[in-house]
C-alpha cells in the first residue's frame, strides 16, 4: 500500500492574487420534489487556505454538498457561507466565475485549443487578450506543461493526465477564492494518479486556496488532506478531523468500519519521525541507510524493509540527529492508531 501522507502544515490565506476564504456551510440540506433527502442538515467550515475532503460510501451526498456550494444544485434548506457572504442570495452565474470547478472527465472544450480552455474564465470576465494569454501560460508552466508545446495543441492530443492537468489549470485562471474538486484523479491509471496527487499538493502548496475535494478513496483523503470529513447515508458528517487523529480515534463504528482493519499501515503514514522516537547515534553511523527527520514511520520502514536494516541513521541541519529502530517505528504506529 502506497500511503504518502499530506505533510503540509494547514496554512492561512497566503496566495498571490485575490484572497483566498472560509466555506462555512450551515445546517445545509437538499431534499427532492419525490422526497428523497440527499442531504440532511450539514455543517461543516473549512478553514481559508485549506484543503477538505469529503468521503464516505457511494450515495452519501459528497457530491451533492459540492454541487450545493457552487449552486448547481439548490440546497433546500440552510446556508453556505463564503466569507462573510451569503453564497445562496447571490447570482448563481456570478458565484461560479469566482469557484475554480474540477471534474473526473475534465470537460474541456474539444474544439479549443489548450491555452483556449484555460483562458475560458478570463475571457467571460472581459479580462484584455494579452492578460488571458500570459495567465494560460503561466497556469500552464505551473501545473507542469510547456505552454510553447502544449499550448496550441487540442485536448484530444493530450494523455489523461495532461487533460487534468489542464483541467486544473482552467479552474484557477481567473483566481477564484474557492476551488472544488469531484473525483479529479479516478479517471487515470493508479501511477499517473500518485503523480498527479504529489503535482496537485505542490501546486497548493503554492497557491493556498481554500479547496473541498470529493473522493472515494482513502488513501487519496489521506494524502491530500489536510482535514477529512466522513459522511454517511443522508449527508450525516460522522467525523471531521486531520488524517492523523481520524485514523487514531475513529469517533463512531460506522468510520471504524469504513477506515478499515488495516488503518494501523495508513497510520504509519501520517506520524513523522521525531526526536522523541530516536535513540542516540553510534558514533561511527557509516553503513547506517538515512531519512531525514519528520519522515514518515511508514518511508522509515520502508527504507529498513528495502536494505535489510532493523534501524536507521534519523539526520537533520545536515547531521545525525539519532537512530530510529524498526519497533520504535511500529511502536509510533501503534500509539497513532
Known amino acids: 500500500m502506497d500511503v504518502t501522507p499530506n505533510t503540509r502544515t ?15 456551510l450551515e445546517g445545509i440540506g437538499k431534499r427532492y420534489p419525490d422526497g428523497t433527502e440527499a442531504v440532511r442538515e450539514l455543517s461543516l467550515r473549512v478553514p481559508a487556505g485549506e ?23 439548490e440546497p433546500t434548506a440552510g446556508r453556505i457561507l463564503l466569507g462573510d457572504e451569503d453564497v445562496t442570495r447571490v447570482d448563481p452565474v456570478a458565484l461560479r466565475r469566482r469557484i475554480g470547478y474540477v471534474i473526473q472527465n475534465v470537460g474541456l472544450f474539444p474544439h479549443q485549443t489548450v491555452v483556449a480552455n ?36 487540442y485536448p484530444h492530443e493530450l494523455s489523461g493526465g495532461q487533460r487534468q492537468r489542464v483541467g486544473v489549470a482552467r479552474a484557477l485562471a481567473a483566481d477564484p477564492v474557492v476551488l ?41 483523503a489521506v494524502r491530500l488532506g489536510d482535514r477529512i470529513a466522513v459522511l454517511s447515508q443522508g ?28 488503518r494501523g499501515i495508513r497510520a504509519l503514514a501520517v506520524t513523522p519521525v521525531t526526536r522523541e522516537a530516536l535513540e542516540p547515534a553510534p558514533a561511527d553511523p557509516a553503513g547506517l541507510p538515512q531519512v531525514a527527520l519528520g519522515t514518515s514511520a511508514y518511508d522509515a520502514l520502508a527504507v529498513m524493509l528495502t ?6 541513521l534519523v539526520t537533520a ?15 509510533a504506529g501503534r500509539e497513532t492508531a
Not at 236 to 261: I, N
Not at 317 to 331: K, M, N, S, Y
Open 10 to 24: 494547514p496554512a492561512g490565506p497566503e496566495a498571490a492574487g485575490t484572497p483566498t476564504a472560509a466555506i462555512a
Open 51 to 73: 484543503l477538505v475532503v469529503l468521503i464516505g460510501p457511494s450515495g452519501c451526498g459528497k457530491s451533492t454538498v459540492l454541487r450545493m456550494i457552487n449552486r448547481l444544485i
Open 118 to 153: 484555460v483562458g475560458t474564465v478570463p475571457r467571460l470576465l472581459g479580462w484584455p487578450r494579452d492578460r488571458i494569454r500570459r495567465r494560460s501560460e503561466e497556469l500552464l508552466e505551473l501545473v507542469g506543461l510547456d505552454p510553447g508545446r502544449f499550448g496550441r495543441r
Open 180 to 220: 472544488l474538486m469531484d473525483e479529479p484523479f479516478s479517471a487515470v491509471d493508479p501511477i499517473v494518479r500518485t503523480r498527479l496527487q504529489e503535482e496537485f499538493l505542490r501546486l497548493q502548496a503554492e497557491v493556498r486556496k481554500t479547496i473541498v475535494l470529493v473522493t472515494h478513496d482513502l488513501d487519496e
Open 235 to 262: 449527508g450525516r458528517l460522522e467525523q471531521y478531523d486531520t488524517p492523523a487523529a481520524l485514523l487514531a480515534a475513529p469517533a463512531s463504528e460506522f468510520v471504524r468500519d469504513f477506515v478499515g482493519a488495516d
Open 307 to 312: 536494505s535489510g536494516a532493523d534501524r536507521v
Open 317 to 331: 541541519d545536515g547531521g545525525p540527529a539519532g537512530v530510529l529502530t524498526r519497533e520504535r517505528a511500529l511502536g
